[in-house]
C-alpha cells in the first residue's frame, strides 16, 4: 500500500496498515543506527559547516608560509562549489551572502592564485562591497586579514593579554565571559600583542574590498562604533589607553600576563583535551600563539596541537571538508534514548557498549566551571571525545536520560555516576532559574559592548531548550514539580515565553527547537497540559506547519521575526513538532498523522533520511551547524514518541530514580 493511502486510512481510523508501516520504518531506521555505532560503543555523526573554515585554513597555510599544494586545492575546491550565483558565500543552507564568509573565501581564492580578473572573482567582489567590504566584518576576521598585512593593527580593537590577570571579584575578568570567548581570546591576546603579521605579495592584497579605500580612512574602533551606549564609550576609553601604552612601551604588566596566558593555553590544550577547548577557531588561534611565541615545529605541544587539528579535517574525494569540531558524546546518548524509546532492549549489547563508552567519558576534572561555580564533586560530560576543561549541561542532561533508560551492569556503580552528574548538573541552576551551557550566571550584559565581543557570543546565558530538557530529566527520575528546582525552571520558562506561545531555541534552529524541548520537559514533569501557556505553544507549532505535512525553520528566524517557523520541511525539524505535539498531548490529531506521513513518506531504504538544511546552532547570526545525525536518529524517537503515546506510554521505564539527592 502505498503510504499517502496509509496516512489517510490513518487518519480515517483504519489503522492496520498505518501501524504496518510505522513497524517497518522504525526497524528500518534502528537497523541504520546499528549499522553506524563504532565497535568501542560510541557514535559519532559529521558536523557540517559554511566554507569559513576551509578558508581560514588557507590563510593559516600562507601565514606560516608552509602552503600543501593537494590541501590548499582541496579546500579551493570546497569553496568555490559554495560559491553563491550573486558571488558571495553565505553561513548556512539556503542563507543570503555574508560578509565574513564572502571577503574569507575571497581571499583564500587569491591567495591560491585565482586572478582578481577572473569571472567569479568579480562577482565576489561585487557582492562584497555591496555588503560594505572588510570594514563590515567582525573582529575576529579582521585579526586573521592583519595577521597577512590585510588589515591595519591599530584599527583592531585591543585584546589586552592582561584580562587574564583581572581578578575574579572585578565584574570584567575572563571568567564572566562565556567559555567558547575565552577559549578564542586567550590565544588571540597573544597574538594581539606580538602582532606576528607576515605580508603577502602584492598581487594578492585586498585593497579592492574597501569601498572608500584604505589610505586615508578611519576604520579605528571608535570611528566604526557610531552613536555609542555608555558602557561602549567607556570600553572605547580603555582601548584607546591601551594602544597608547603599547605605544609608548608602559605596559608593566605585559610580561606577566604573557607568561600567565601562555600557560593557561597550554593546560588547556595538552593531554585531556583534543586541542584548546576542542574546537577549531580555539584550536588554530593557539597554534598561531604558539609559533608566534617562536615554538619550533618538534615542540610536543605543538605537534600535539596540530595532529588535533588534523582530526578534524574529512577527507572525502568527493568535497573536502573541515568539521568545527567532533560531537560523540552527543550523538551517542541521543541515539542510545532513540534505539530504546522505539522498543530496543534496555540491556542490549549495542546500548550496554554505549553506556560503558559513555561512562568511561565522565570528565571529573574540576575544570573551568569552577570558577563561578563552588560545588565540589566534578562530574559531567562534554561534547567531544576528549574536552575535560569544558564538560557542559547540554550534554550531561542528554547522557543522563539516556544512562537512566540502559539496564546498568552494575547497579551500585550506575547509581553512584548518575546522583553525582545529577547534583553537578543541579548545582548550575542559574539565578533567573534556568540552565545556561558551560557556565552559571555568566550574564553580564554590559560585556556585550566590548568592542572585540561583535561575534555575538561573549555571554553564556540561560536558556528555554536547555531548561527544558533538565526539566524533561528531572521529571523521568521522579521529582516533582513542586520541587524548588523544577518550580524555578518552570517560573523561568513562563518568564521567556514568546507572545505567540513559543520559545527561543539557542542551541537548534530555532523556535521550533525551543518549544518542543520546552513541552516534552514540560509533560515529563507532570504539567497540566491544557494550561493557556501551554495550549498556546501548541497552537504555535500547529500554525507552523507546511503544506506537505512537515516543519521547517531556517537560521534567518534568528534576525527576521517573520521568519518563525517558517522554512522548508525538514525531518529533523518535523521530528521535533511532532514530539512537541504529541507531549502537549495531540497525538491523535490530523496534524500529528500528517506529520508523521511526512517522515514515512521520505525515509529512504537504508533508514535514513535525507537533509540538506542547516538545523544546528553555534553562534545565532555568526556560525551555525548541520549535524549528520539529525536526520537519523531524530526521526526515530520522533515515530518513536507518537507510536507509544497512543499505547498510553508517557516514560520509558526508569533504571535510576533521584530519591537520594532530590
Not at 610536543?300 to 568539521?323: H, N, T, Y
Not at 539565578?431 to 555568566?442: H, I, S, Y
Not at 529533523?572 to 490530523?590: I, P
Amino acid at each position: 500500500m502505498e503510504i499517502s493511502q496509509a496516512v489517510g486510512q490513518g487518519i480515517a481510523g483504519n489503522l492496520e496498515d498505518w501501524d504496518a508501516l510505522l513497524g517497518q520504518a522504525i526497524a528500518r531506521a534502528q537497523e541504520n543506527l546499528l549499522r553506524l555505532q563504532n565497535p568501542a560503543g560510541f557514535w559519532c555523526g559529521e558536523l557540517m559547516v559554511d566554507s569559513t573554515l576551509c578558508s581560514d585554513y588557507v590563510l593559516f597555510m600562507h601565514w606560516e608560509r608552509r602552503v600543501d599544494s593537494v590541501l590548499q586545492d582541496k579546500c579551493v575546491a570546497h569553496i568555490r562549489r559554495r560559491q553563491l550565483p550573486d558571488g558571495g558565500w553565505n553561513i548556512y543552507e539556503g542563507g543570503p551572502s555574508e560578509i565574513n564568509a564572502s571577503v574569507k573565501a575571497y581571499f583564500a581564492l587569491k591567495l591560491a592564485g585565482h586572478a582578481a580578473s577572473s569571472p567569479w572573482m568579480r562577482e565576489a567582489r561585487a557582492t562584497i562591497l555591496r555588503l560594505g567590504g572588510i570594514p563590515r566584518m567582525n573582529t575576529y576576521a579582521k585579526l586573521y586579514l592583519a595577521l597577512l598585512g590585510q588589515y591595519r593593527w591599530r584599527d583592531l580593537p585591543s585584546i589586552p593579554v592582561e584580562l587574564i590577570l583581572l581578578p575574579l571579584w572585578l565584574p570584567f575578568n575572563i571568567y564572566e565571559m562565556s567559555s567558547w570567548s575565552r577559549a578564542m581570546l586567550i590565544p588571540l591576546a597573544i597574538i594581539n600583542h606580538l602582532k606576528p603579521t607576515r605580508p603577502v605579495p602584492e598581487e594578492r592584497h585586498l585593497h579592492e574590498l574597501y569601498p572608500a579605500g584604505l589610505e586615508g580612512t578611519d576604520l579605528s574602533p571608535s570611528a566604526m562604533a557610531g552613536p555609542s551606549p555608555s558602557w561602549r564609550r567607556f570600553f572605547l576609553w580603555a582601548d584607546r589607553a591601551v594602544k597608547t601604552g603599547e605605544r609608548l612601551g608602559f605596559l608593566p604588566l605585559r610580561e606577566a600576563a604573557l607568561h600567565r596566558a601562555k600557560g593557561w593555553m597550554l593546560r588547556r590544550m595538552g593531554e585531556g583535551s583534543d586541542g584548546l577547548a576542542a574546537v577549531f577557531p580555539a584550536m588554530l588561534n593557539s597554534i598561531i600563539a604558539l609559533k608566534a611565541l617562536g615554538y619550533s615545529d618538534n615542540e610536543p605541544s605543538l605537534v600535539k596541537a596540530r595532529a588535533d587539528l588534523a582530526g578534524l579535517l574529512v577527507d572525502d574525494p568527493e568535497d573536502f571538508r573541515i568539521q568545527p569540531c567532533l560531537s560523540p558524546v552527543w550523538d551517542t546518548a541521543i541515539n542510545a534514548i532513540a534505539l530504546i524509546e522505539s522498543g530496543g532492549a534496555a540491556g542490549s549489547e549495542p546500548v550496554r557498549r554505549a553506556a560503558r563508552w559513555l561512562a568511561s567519558k565522565e570528565v571529573r576534572r574540576r575544570g573551568d566551571w569552577t570558577f563561578k561555580n563552588q560545588h565540589r564533586e566534578g562530574s559531567g560530560w562534554a561534547f567531544e571525545f576528549n574536552n575535560e576543561f569544558y564538560p557542559d549541561t547540554d550534554d550531561t542532561m542528554m547522557v543522563l536520560i539516556a544512562l537512566r533508560l540502559i539496564e546498568p551492569e552494575d547497579p551500585a556503580e550506575h547509581r553512584r555516576l548518575c546522583d553525582r552528574a545529577l547534583r553537578w548538573l543541579l548545582s548550575f541552576q542559574c539565578r533567573g532559574g534556568g540552565w545556561a551551557a558551560f557556565d552559571r550566571d555568566v550574564t553580564r550584559p554590559f560585556l556585550e559592548h566590548v568592542p572585540f565581543a561583535d561575534h555575538n557570543a561573549i555571554l553564556d546565558p540561560e536558556c528555554s531548550d536547555l531548561t527544558g530538557r533538565m526539566l524533561e530529566l528531572m521529571g523521568y527520575i521522579g521529582y516533582s514539580r513542586q520541587s524548588r528546582a523544577a518550580s524555578r525552571a518552570m517560573a523561568y520558562l513562563k518568564r521567556t515565553q514568546e507572545a505567540d506561545g513559543s520559545w527561543y531555541g539557542r542551541w537548534g534552529v530555532n523556535y521550533l527547537y525551543g518549544t518542543w524541548q520546552v513541552l516534552r520537559g514540560l509533560r515529563a514533569i507532570g504539567m497540566e497540559m491544557n494550561e493557556p501557556w501551554v495550549v498556546r505553544a501548541r497552537q504555535w507549532i500547529e500554525s507552523c506547519q507546511n503544506e506537505d505535512g512537515g516543519w521547517g525553520e531556517s537560521c534567518a528566524s534568528y534576525e527576521e521575526l517573520g521568519a518563525k517557523g517558517c522554512g522548508p520541511s525538514t525531518p529533523s525539524q518535523t521530528a521535533w513538532a511532532l514530539m512537541g505535539l504529541c507531549a502537549a498531548g495531540s497525538w491523535e490529531s490530523e496534524r500529528v498523522r500528517r506529520g508523521v506521513g511526512f517522515l514515512l513518506e521520505r525515509q529512504l531504504a537504508d533508514g535514513s533520511w535525507a537533509e540538506s538544511e542547516t538545523t544546528g546552532t553555534g553562534f545565532p547570526r555568526v556560525f551555525y551547524l548541520k549535524y549528520d545525525m539529525y536526520r537519523n536518529n531524530f526521526p526515530l524517537l520522533a515515530l518513536a514518541t507518537y507510536t507509544n503515546y497512543r499505547k498510553g506510554i508517557y516514560h520509558a521505564k526508569s533504571f535510576y530514580h533521584a530519591e537520594t539527592v532530590v
